[in-house]
């Protein structure tokens, strides 16, 4: 028996993964059908859907709330209108990555740890995704296309931590992701593994025995950073599949970004905190948006993300109060905002 399937046995561990991916919601009407939503979004759903398709999982679904208008799930996941308003300030490609490429899918901004954009592909589309523009069919799919970052990485010496974010590198299949992991277990200066993925939340079936067996079976440190904005995320399926990851040994971390009428209230920031803490994951950051263009109907002011932070500091432990930060162009890390 393996490290992790001693740990996952009694949980039921299928891989349908790919199944549930195809069977993901991708037409606006039939989200508003299955929500019970008025007729009149119909329209404008289609419209921005051609700008950034609508794509959200049945089981993600199944978390909101019939009917609700505004319910914080479905305003993360409904193309509206307003996306198509342009508004000064809010461009392409915000928060500097082209500047930062180093070689085909590597970025490389702070010290002792680069990005590999292992695929463009996600099993959600958040309507304010800051990558929502990045010319993803730029960067490697084979992995011979690969070698290049391989290569800067191994070059590299004071990289010590690679970041596999994309898109969603948990989208990859088991075997691409064993190839890669493998490459860079090869490369001796390197120690950790972080994975930035969405999956758990919005797929919590990814997270297999299989899964658990490619990140613990290497010598690389894992740590898994996830993505959920709102504690209703974190209900159903989802639970379980943090709980197995926490239990397998990975650190967990989660990280959220601040989103007007989805989390921007003290309760609601609140509550994610302790559900997240109660299931071993940490708050890691709470992001200002990036100011990527169709997104500006989701920022909140930094003076209320302060205020919130604020808040947060009076009701919960400090490790349950994430840090507040904002990523610009051209700083060596991400940038403290309290
Ligand atoms: C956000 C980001 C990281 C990770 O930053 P941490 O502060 O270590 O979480 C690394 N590289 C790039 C290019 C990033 O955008
Ligand atoms: S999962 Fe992450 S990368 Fe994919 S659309 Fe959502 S925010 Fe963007």
Redesign the pocket.
């Known amino acids: 028996m393996t490290i992790a399937s001693s740990f996952a046995a009694s949980e039921s561990m299928t891989d349908d993964w790919h199944q549930t991916l195809a069977h993901a919601v991708r037409d606006p009407d039939e989200l508003i059908e299955l929500l019970g939503l008025p007729d009149n979004f119909r329209e404008p759903a289609h419209r921005t859907a051609r700008l950034f398709p609508l794509m959200v999982p049945r089981e993600y679904v199944a978390r909101m709330e019939y009917g609700n208008t505004r319910d914080p799930l479905l305003l993360q996941v409904l193309p509206l209108g307003v996306e198509e308003h342009d508004v000064e300030g809010f461009d392409a490609d915000a928060?500097g990555?082209g500047a930062?490429r180093r070689a085909p899918g590597l970025?490389?901004?702070?010290a002792?740890?680069?990005?590999l954009i292992a695929t463009g592909a996600c099993a959600i589309h958040c309507r304010y995704c800051f990558r929502r523009h990045y010319p993803y069919s730029d960067e490697p799919r084979r992995m011979a296309d690969w070698e290049p970052a391989f290569e800067v990485l191994e070059t590299d010496e004071t990289i010590h931590?690679v970041?596999l974010?994309g898109g969603d590198p948990l989208m990859l299949t088991d075997q691409r992701l064993s190839e890669i992991v493998s490459r860079l277990e090869s490369i001796p200066h390197l120690t950790r593994l972080?994975i930035?993925s969405r999956l758990p939340i919005v797929l919590p079936e990814r997270v297999t025995e299989s899964l658990l067996d490619i990140l613990l079976s290497n010598r690389l440190t894992p740590i898994m950073?996830v993505h959920a904005n709102h504690p209703r995320e974190l209900e159903g399926t989802c639970a379980a599949a943090l709980r197995r990851l926490v239990r397998s040994g990975i650190t967990v971390l989660n990280?959220a970004v601040l989103l007007r009428g989805v989390n921007d209230s003290a309760d609601v920031l609140t509550d994610l905190s302790e559900r997240l803490i109660n299931l071993g994951v940490v708050p890691?950051?709470l992001h200002q948006l990036d100011r990527v263009s169709g997104t500006a109907h989701f920022e909140v002011s930094k003076e209320t993300g302060r205020e919130l932070i604020a808040k947060l500091r009076e009701r919960l432990p400090g490790f349950a109060v994430p840090q507040y930060?904002q990523?610009l162009p051209g700083e060596l890390?991400?940038t403290p905002l309290t």
């Open positions: 928060v990555d930062s970025l490389h901004k702070y002792g740890r680069a990005l931590e970041i974010s972080r930035h950073v990280q890691y950051y930060v990523e890390n991400k």
